[in-house]
């Protein structure tokens, strides 16, 4: 099959003086960057690469990330990004369970992190071996490795997800006809590496044939400086940001000058409700798409516009992207009526592989599709929506309730009720268990931290049960994220609660 860096090739030769990247060191064009694909591609096949075999990337932000991973890709092997800032040991880990055999690095990172690799290391800054230019022999399969993710590691180990071209490729493809990008895309890095997303705002621009900006992260974590990237760099698409991040922005002094002349923001990874609760919709000049998936299923799986002026009451995730096939089910496996809620399932041609190494738990969750044609599977996410005129409506984790007082209680019932109040602007509600063995709610808020409990507690009344009253209510400055920027429930709980 044709990929999307073979895309991004003929681009280069139809428009090599057109530029690709800005960075601070300067700009690359079409042609350079298509020229030092082929040529780490080269060196990486002479080193062993191929098929099937997962190259890890570990590779500072930068011109020699973005090439990275397009040439593993163009070299007919598998990667797996890894974020260099993250601990050692953690990456030691994520090695190990993504199956990497071959290390693509720098001398200093290769050094400072040791990682458990026996096979070829290739060392960008002395790769040791020349090959021949020019694509692998052959066109990798659609169901041949791509790369190779992890789940979020919130709740036990690390799970590698392998994901296939095919998924990979309809996915990019999808968001550049869906979106419509195009040569005059200028779009941002703003995922770290190592995180899926990163893929989609990094290649996504550049196979559209448009323009990407990659600036240091500690750019992106100053408002100041974001807001200052997006002015003089012309930034008008945002393709990977957390509604966490934009919360952050949206809470910083002339928060409409940081976002001005941006045409497209695409938020995804937790839910955009408290930023649509709080009002920031107005601070999006131009479209807001609010998208929904897993990493089992290449990312995303449904999106949904935001419209001018949004239900805040409601949390909408739209509709299927192409290819992809979302039910609701019961736990039967039979579809439920819409506007009743049942378990998110989702089949296509984004489902991933599995997860390497876990033949029990793929079997639990990529399940058949009891609906679909003969082979088709299903991914089982855990999460809860319903069905509705605008699409899908996300209603929380089914893997989140927990029993109180004999009672099934899902926290972001509560999260839901607590942001529809006009003083809060943030709401993560997590639970623990007392010395008494009885199990509790804590609401940890942002917003008017003036507001009294009680106001807070009348307000949850009014449409919630007695038994889903959270015990404390814990005011906060700002809701801790985890480095993919999604809200860190971990640290939360792990908190104890203690009031700022």
Known sequence: MRTFVDDIAALAARHPGRVALTTP???????????????????????????????????ERGVDAVVAVAAVLRSGAAFLGLDPEQPAPRLAALVRSGGASMLLTSSELSARLDLPIEG???????????GTGGPPAGAPDGRGLAYVSHTSGTTGEPSAVLVEHRGLDSYLRFVV????????????????????????????????????????RSALLRPEEFGEVVRTEGVNTLLSVTPSFLSFLAGRPGAAALLAGLRLVVSSGESLRPFLAAGGRALVPGALVNQYGPTECTMTSTRYAVPAAPDPAADLIGTPIDGVVVRLLDEGLAEVPDGTVGEVYIGGIGVARGYRGLPGRTAERFVPDPLGP???????????????????????????????????????????????????????????????????????????????????????????????????????????????????????????????
């Open 120 to 130: 070829p290391r290739v060392l960008l800054d002395r790769p040791g071996a020349v």
């Open 25 to 59: 060191a300067g700009e690359l064009t079409y042609e350079e960057l298509a020229a030092r694909i082929d040529a780490l591609a080269a060196v990486l096949r002479a080193r062993g690469a191929r098929p099937e075999v997962v190259c890890a990337v570990a590779v």
């Open 374 to 500: 003969p082979g088709a599977r299903l991914y089982r996410t855990g999460d809860l929506a319903r069905r509705g005129p605008g699409g899908l409506s996300y209603v929380g984790r089914g893997d989140r309730q927990v029993k109180i007082r004999g009672y099934r209680v899902d926290p972001a019932e509560v999260e839901g009720t607590l942001l529809a109040h006009p003083a809060v602007t943030g709401a993560v509600v997590t639970s623990a268990t007392d010395a008494q063995g009885r199990v509790f709610l804590t609401a940890h808020l942002t917003g008017d931290s003036g507001v009294p409990d009680s106001a807070l507690r009348a307000h949850l009344l009014t449409t919630l049960p007695p038994h889903l009253m959270p015990r404390r209510f814990v005011r906060l400055d700002a809701l801790p994220t985890t480095r993919g920027g999604k809200a860190d429930r971990r640290a939360l709980a792990e908190s104890g609660g203690t009031r700022s």
């Open 177 to 216: 006809r869906d979106y419509g990008l195009g040569p005059d895309t200028v779009g941002l890095q703003v995922a770290p590496p190592g995180y899926d997303a990163s893929v989609r705002d990094t290649f996504a621009p550049l196979l559209a044939g448009g323009r990407l900006v990659v600036v240091p």
